[in-house]
């Protein structure tokens, strides 16, 4: 059909970078670190371990030393020891050794028991003696100091420096996966390969160009925003990329429940009334394509379809549009895509999405739950209530390093630079970078398409961006 003609956008993709690479924020937590016999350090480690079992996940020690030295000890520590007499120096430095019981921390009574026998005076007394009072002793005699201890790696050798010199002895393993922490370079190389396309086939630009269109179908159509998307599947049973749905914003589609009786004549140019009928997210494009999606696979892997969709009531989920019926008709996935996509239970496992507009915090959660491979979108559709950036629009190439060290300084473009309302209304945006948070239990490759055209700043004069203008902010 029309699709046929659509004229490609010119343009690349780059990697929208996470919150935790450009604000890493380091948790530490306190541990105790006690004094033991050198000649004990083994059984040390087993009864510690056996006793306070370690909670890796949560906590995390790969990059932990577990003993220091006397001498390896940060100034802190040696001084919460006290002074030692120099005769005693070399002893200590020769025959005892720093254990480092990390989070979660147990009691410390008991931890004093457990490791009484351990401490260097039991030690010793126990080996002049027998009998000695060593294998009695309460706890009274274990040193135990405290101190900080990050919770996550280094994330260089510098760091690693520092932390060893202030709180305790750190590794540092470049190796070491960062997964948490943004994705790794390799699959980041491979699903950027994979979505920018060879030069014969359809690339981002194919899809976002094909989202405008969907976009402007439903704003014509007085259905919605001009909001639209593309679920893509690149890597399922067919040799080359599927579109397996579009889907434009509907917001205003079926009226509110409440909201019956509003006046007809409100339109786009009155956003004010508008935005009192419309729907919620799962009006939203991305939600109505994820739903889209959920309905192809029912069909797909049951004959149920039928039936269990009768005497319900209208949902959003039937294609509205000339476009959006031509892809959901035309479903591609074969039975086996489904079934493969469904098993784990997640509905866009191994798809990709392409969007003219940032979307908001429920639809980017939606593209989570529902286990997107990844998710593009337009620079010149970001969105001040958008969930997925994580930083401002860079001003040139260089200005990310210097973002890096300077959060503050951005919007210092010329042509901001007289609008302090404007600046001051970008500085409240939120940025969550919700497609790569280690606290969530799902993590997506995430994009923006930057046009040829576009210098890096985003015009905020472009009125079919939208969105970027004051007075238009809405959510896509
Ligand atoms: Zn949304």
Redesign the pocket.
């Known amino acids: 059909m029309t699709t046929e003609k659509l004229e490609p956008l010119k343009g690349h993709i780059t990697p929208v970078r996470t919150v935790q690479e450009t604000r890493p924020t380091f948790e530490f937590g306190e541990a105790y670190v006690a004094q033991i016999a050198t000649r004990s350090a083994s059984q040390v480690i087993k009864v510690l371990d056996s006793k306070y079992p370690r909670q890796t996940d949560q906590y995390p020690t790969n990059h932990l030393r577990r003993f220091a030295k006397y001498d390896a000890l940060p100034a802190h520590l040696q001084e919460q020891l006290g002074p030692i007499a120099d005769e005693e120096r070399e002893n200590v430095k020769k025959n005892t050794l720093f254990v480092l019981i990390p989070p979660p921390l147990p009691e410390r009574e008991h931890l004093c028991a457990t490791l009484a026998p351990y401490t260097p005076a039991a030690v010793a007394s126990s080996t002049k003696a027998e009998g000695g009072d060593g294998n009695c002793n309460n706890g009274d005699d274990v040193r135990l100091l405290t101190t900080r201890i990050p919770l996550q790696p280094p994330l260089s050798a510098a760091q690693a420096e520092k932390w060893t010199k202030e709180l305790w002895p750190i590794t540092f393993n470049p190796a070491a996966p960062r997964g948490m922490v943004a994705p790794p370079p390799q699959l980041l190389r491979h699903v950027m390969q994979s979505i920018a396309g060879s030069s014969s086939g359809p690339g981002p630009g194919y899809y976002i160009s094909l989202a405008r269109k969907v976009a402007r179908e439903a704003e014509e159509s007085g259905r919605g925003r001009g909001v639209g998307c593309v679920v893509v599947d690149a890597t399922g049973s067919s040799s080359k990329p599927v579109i397996v749905a579009v889907a434009g914003d509907a917001r205003y589609a079926y009226p509110c429940p409440v909201q019956q009786d509003t006046e007809e004549e409100s339109s786009p140019q009155r956003p004010n009334i508008r935005e009192q009928e419309k729907r919620g ?1 799962e009006s ?4 109505r394509a994820i739903e889209m999606v959920a309905s192809q696979l029912r069909a797909a892997s049951s004959s149920e379809h039928e039936q269990s969709s009768a005497g319900k009531p209208p949902t959003l989920t039937p294609p509205l549009t000339p476009l959006e019926s031509e892809y959901y008709n035309t479903s591609h996935r074969s039975a086996g895509d489904a079934d493969a996509a469904s098993v784990p239970g997640y509905l866009c496992t191994n798809l990709d999405l392409y969007l003219t507009h940032e ?6 959660m ?1 593209i989570l739950l529902s286990r997107f491979r990844a998710v593009v979108f337009a620079r010149k559709g970001r969105l001040s209530s958008g969930g997925l950036a994580s930083e401002e629009v860079p001003n040139n190439s260089s200005s990310r390093e210097k973002q890096d060290s300077a959060p503050d300084a951005h919007a210092q473009t010329p042509q901001e630079a007289g609008d302090e309302e404007k600046m001051s209304n970008q500085r409240q945006r939120n940025y969550y970078g919700l497609h790569w948070r280690k606290e969530l239990n799902w993590r997506a490759l995430c994009f923006e398409f930057v046009e040829d055209d576009e210098t890096g700043n985003i015009d905020d004069n472009d009125h079919d961006s939208g969105g970027q203008n004051d007075d238009d902010v809405f ?2």
């Open positions: 997210p939203h494009a991305t939600m979307p908001c915090l429920s639809c980017s939606g959510n896509a």
